[in-house]
């Protein structure tokens, strides 16, 4: 029995037109839109968000943004803000993710303005952080995982700490069918949660939600989700299909 209520999370990155959206989030709605064992979340692509949201109404998914800019509006070309994503109704967003920080040169001091700015619009962040293999090959991984804890959050109350969910997600095991092993997730997820605890106090610490991303799976998800501290998953290729998302889904009902 877990403690904290799992949440799935279904990261589309830059996949999905809004009709194909509309269309995977119906079939994902159809099985698992009434249930409320496991918190189910999907986050398409931004122009997405206003049709995934209105096909997602009265069933008990919720919608996130992959991403948006600090400011709350302004010259920012190509850019959302948190009011616009709320708008849509929707109640997450993703921060920091991996890709964002390889591709688009995000900073821990960025994505940190993003966090504040996010919860001051009361979305809920979800914090992406993780080594790369070198990394981990060097032996830093825990070192990383403090550094980018300590950067995303600073000047995080312990109240609003409550609202934030971090997605554990180790850069080598993204998009490439290598997952992490259950008990090399454990390793990260616990140290985490003891971060957390000597920041923000054992009863914060214990609310948050630590989420695992990187080729999760309908076949190693239940592995997974049985770890002490792994409450959830990020998924991104097995979120593109309902029937792959719905499995995780099941398995998350399963462990719960
Ligand atoms: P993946 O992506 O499940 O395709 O590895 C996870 C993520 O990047 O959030």
Not at 72 to 101: D, K
Request: proline share 3%; with cysteine.
């Amino acid at each position: 029995m877990k403690s904290r209520k799992i949440l799935i999370a279904g990261n589309w990155k830059m996949n999905k037109t809004t009709a194909e959206g509309v269309e995977l989030v119906k079939e994902i709605a159809a099985e698992v839109g009434k249930q409320s064992e496991v918190e189910v979340l999907v986050c398409p692509p931004a122009v997405a968000l206003d049709g995934g949201g209105k096909a997602l109404e009265g069933t008990s998914i919720k919608l996130g943004a992959q991403n948006m800019h600090p400011k709350p509006s302004g010259a920012f070309t190509g850019e959302i803000s948190a009011e616009m994503i709320r708008h849509h109704f929707a109640t997450y967003v993703i921060l920091g993710h991996s890709e964002r920080r390889t591709y688009f040169f995000e900073t821990d001091a960025f994505i940190n303005e993003k966090v504040l700015a996010a919860l001051k619009s009361l979305l809920r962040p979800i914090l992406c952080i993780g080594e790369t293999l070198e990394e981990r090959d060097a032996d830093k991984t825990l070192d990383v995982i403090r550094t980018q804890l300590e950067g995303g959050l600073a000047g995080v109350s312990a109240d609003d700490m409550t609202s934030v969910v971090i997605a554990y997600e180790p850069v080598w095991a993204i998009g490439t069918g290598r997952n992490a092993t259950p008990e090399q997730a454990q390793e990260v997820h616990a140290f985490i949660r003891k971060w957390l605890t000597d920041k923000f106090g054992e009863a914060v610490a214990q609310k948050v939600r630590i989420l695992y991303g990187g080729s999760m799976k309908p076949v190693n998800a239940a592995d997974l989700l049985a770890q002490e501290d792994i409450d959830g998953g990020l998924i991104g290729g097995a979120s593109l299909e309902a029937r792959s998302f719905v499995e995780i889904i099941n398995a998350a009902k399963a462990a719960s």
